[in-house]
């Protein structure tokens, strides 16, 4: 009974993982990350669990680095953003990648090095290994959103975005207008040892080198 309740529960998390980017599984079912979905620009994490002993082994720091806000003046106002938009572990499990849409970064982790398995008992948040900060793509910049990215595409450039809609809203407000506008359509894929490639709904958006 209990194999099988682990069976369905992992897949489960499986579908789970397949349709919510911002959740990862390794392919060994050893291992689950799920990041922040929507968070305070300086507080946003990732936690790393241990599936086979469901205990959370590291907390990943995906905080805005110093002088993010400054590049975002345009949302500088709201407390909340979207911090996770999509994850992905690397095919042997001991590395993991994170894409940002509010700052267009994407965040690699080596969780296999020496000094990081000293650190699996302390759940102070770690810093990435490495932080890509990706070239606006057309349409897109490092404040745009899904709503004014639409309204470019549809030509109604009367639509406002979700920074212009975040005015004079209090953060429950706030909160439900970033659900409501949340991108689920981003992928992240290991394409080689140190290359990952991030698409959006199915397009490519780059190739990047860790």
Not at 25 to 50: P, Q
Not at 198 to 210: K, P, W, Y
């Amino acid at each position: 009974m209990r194999k099988t309740c682990f069976q369905s529960s992992m897949s489960a998390l499986k579908e789970v993982a397949r349709a919510f980017p911002m959740v990862a599984l390794n392919d060994t079912w050893t291992k689950l990350a799920v990041g922040d979905v929507i968070g305070e620009k300086n507080n946003a994490s990732i936690r790393v669990y241990d599936m086979q002993s469901i205990i959370k082994i590291k907390i990943l720091d995906a905080s805005g680095p110093p002088g993010l806000p400054n590049l975002l003046a345009a949302s500088s106002e709201m407390k909340l953003v979207t911090a996770i938009s999509a994850l992905n572990f690397s095919p042997d499990g001991e590395e993991l990648v994170a894409f940002s849409e509010h700052g267009l970064m994407i965040r690699w982790w080596s969780l296999g090095s020496v000094w990081w398995e000293k650190l699996s008992r302390n759940l102070v948040p770690v810093q990435c290994t490495k932080l890509i900060f990706i070239p606006p793509w057309e349409g897109f910049s490092p404040n745009s959103t899904r709503s004014s990215i639409m309204a470019s595409i549809m030509g109604h450039d009367g639509q406002a975005n979700i920074q212009e809609n975040a005015k004079g809203l209090s953060q429950a407000d706030n909160l439900k207008l970033l659900i409501h506008n949340l991108e689920l359509s981003y992928r992240l894929e290991w394409v080689g040892e140190r290359k990952v490639h991030l698409t959006r709904h199915g397009h490519e958006l780059g190739t990047f080198q860790l």
